[in-house]
C-alpha cells in the first residue's frame, strides 16, 4: 500500500490549501482514509476522515466548517481543503488509511508540511 501526500505549503494566516493523498495497492471499500497532523513538540492528531465507501466525513473540533476532507473513487485520491487557515494549523499533515474514524490507522503517507503565518 502506498500513501502519496502532496499540496503543502507556506500560505497566510486567513489563506487557503488543498492537500491531496493519492492511494494505491489495494481496495480501500472497508477503509476510512484520514488526515492527521503534527505540529512541531506535539503529539499527531486526527484531523478528518471519509469512509470510503460511503463518503461520510468526520472532523474534530478545531478544523469543523473549515477544512473538508472529500475522496475521488476514480482517481483513488483523498483531498483536504483547507479554509481560514490559522498559525495553529501549523504542522505536518499526514494521509492514512484505517479501520475507524479517528483509530487502528496502519497505512500512512510520508507527510507534507504545511506552515501558516501570522
Known amino acids: 500500500v502506498q500513501l502519496q501526500a502532496s499540496g503543502g505549503g507556506l500560505v497566510q494566516s486567513g489563506g487557503s490549501l488543498r492537500l491531496s493523498c493519492a492511494a494505491s495497492?489495494?481496495?480501500?471499500?472497508?477503509?476510512?482514509l484520514g488526515w492527521f497532523r503534527q505540529a512541531p513538540g506535539k503529539e499527531r492528531v486526527f484531523v478528518a476522515s471519509?469512509?470510503?465507501?460511503?463518503?461520510?466525513?468526520y472532523y474534530s473540533d478545531s478544523v469543523k466548517g473549515r477544512f473538508t476532507i472529500s475522496r475521488d473513487s476514480a482517481k483513488n485520491t483523498v483531498d483536504l481543503q483547507m479554509n481560514n487557515l490559522k498559525p495553529d494549523d501549523t504542522a505536518v499533515y499526514y494521509c492514512?488509511?484505517?479501520?475507524?474514524?479517528?483509530?487502528?490507522?496502519?497505512?500512512w503517507g510520508q507527510g507534507t508540511q504545511v506552515t501558516v503565518s501570522s
Open positions: 471519509i469512509r470510503w465507501s460511503s463518503g461520510i466525513t
Open positions: 492514512a488509511a484505517g479501520l475507524y474514524v479517528r483509530t487502528s490507522y496502519n497505512y
Open positions: 495497492g489495494r481496495t480501500f471499500s472497508n477503509y476510512f
